[in-house]
């Protein structure tokens, strides 16, 4: 167990014994993954924070370390959103938990790695500004749980198509950039086309919805993809006024 001095910077992780490498580097990778997500909701009109790593030695403890001239309160907003998401999971909150799927994902991923192997649990926990705060097993239930399809229905989703693959079935992905959310979409074979000429660009996507219960849609089997219009070819509020003046 790490003590308050073995913790060389404001953010760390201090992952227990008992880890294959294969866990130990999942581990790694989702704290930093799960970092770079809480920074980018907090940087997005902005530079990201370029972090580097800190080990102390003889410990299992991986610090963040933040740049000198990195803003103090972006910082101070970073290490509340990682503590606040960690404390609201705990109580069942996922909406309240205030990050992104992405980041949910990586705090999912480190929270199974608690549950260790063959029975023997795995102690993890961050350090946030030298404080300890324990990642719990129960975290990634919560996450799993509501993240289970609610209910369906027949409708559309709007965003830019970011990504087109072919491993499980076609699929592409549309962001939404004011929910800073991503949905899959599965496609039938004769939708291809239309998604290579629509790549990068804004779409509608219309099909059946599978919905969380929170009612935030996850994925759409896709009937038709429509292409909107490019932002930069919309009226601008000077257009739209000079529209109505002439009415």
Known sequence: MATVDQIPSDLAIEIGEDLSPADFMAAARHFFGYVDEVVRQRTSDGEPIKWTVKVHEGSA??????????????????????????????????????????????????????????????????????KPRV????????????????????????????????????QISIKDPLLRQTVRCNLPDSLLDQAFHSFRKRVEVSGLIHYRRNGVPTSIDANQIFELPDDALLPTHDDVRGILAAN
């Open 61 to 130: 403890v991986l610090a963040a370390v933040a740049p000198f001239d990195a803003p103090a309160p972006i910082l101070e907003a970073v290490y509340a959103d990682i503590r606040n998401a960690v404390e609201r999971l705990e109580s069942g909150d996922v909406d309240g938990a205030g990050v992104s799927d992405a980041a949910l994902k990586h705090l999912k991923g480190l929270s199974g790695l608690t549950e260790g192997r063959r029975g023997k649990p795995v102690s993890m926990k961050f350090w946030i500004q030298k």
């Open 135 to 170: 990642i719990a097993p129960e975290i990634a239930r919560v996450i799993t749980e509501d993240w289970r399809t609610a209910y369906n229905d027949y409708g559309t989703v709007e965003g830019k198509l970011e990504a087109i693959q072919d491993r499980q079935g076609l």
